[in-house]
């Protein structure tokens, strides 16, 4: 078996004081989104190390998803239920956000061209982004379905995919 070890490219010090909770590549590798328990997200250039813009909320971030079509866009999970949409336009950053789930932690999502997922506890919410990024709902599934290995303990969410299949282009893993 080949040896893997880790190298050190730069450090990213200096945004967060707290736990980091998520990571996630811009869809061009361009940049990485870092998100932590005390709310903040950093974005961090991946060529010169450089830190790029901070977005600031109120409680902590559990999630991060880009858009697949942009390095300008992405989403974010947080620990309230709050979904929030962040775009950067030039030098400006727009970030609007809405209770995507009541109470409910997001603490996973995954996206296609349209479709959006948010995920957290024992709920997972499908939602519709259009061209426009009007975002509307689609379905939900509140309980996870039971099998004989956990009829009696919940089926928690703790992770999010979007995949092909040879019967449909749009098929969720949960």
Known sequence: MPQVAYLRSSKLAGAHASVITCLCLSPNGLFLAVGS????????STKT????????GPVPV?????????EYEFFIGQSNGTLVHVHIRKHEIYATGFSAHSDVPIESLAINECYLATG???????WR????????PL????????????????????????????????????
């Open 120 to 126: 957290g506890c024992n709920e997972v919410h499908v």
């Open 62 to 70: 559990l999630s991060l998803v880009w858009k697949p079509s942009s």
């Open 37 to 44: 328990l005390e709310g903040k997200v950093s974005v961090w």
């Open 139 to 174: 379905s939900q599934l509140h309980k996870s379905p039971a099998i004989k290995l956990n009829a009696q303990r919940p089926v928690l969410i703790s992770g999010l995919h979007w995949i092909k299949s040879s019967h449909s282009s749009n098929v969720l893993v949960v």
């Open 129 to 136: 982004v259009d061209e426009h990024l009007i975002i509307s």
């Open 49 to 56: 190390g450089r830190l790029f813009f901070v977005v600031e």
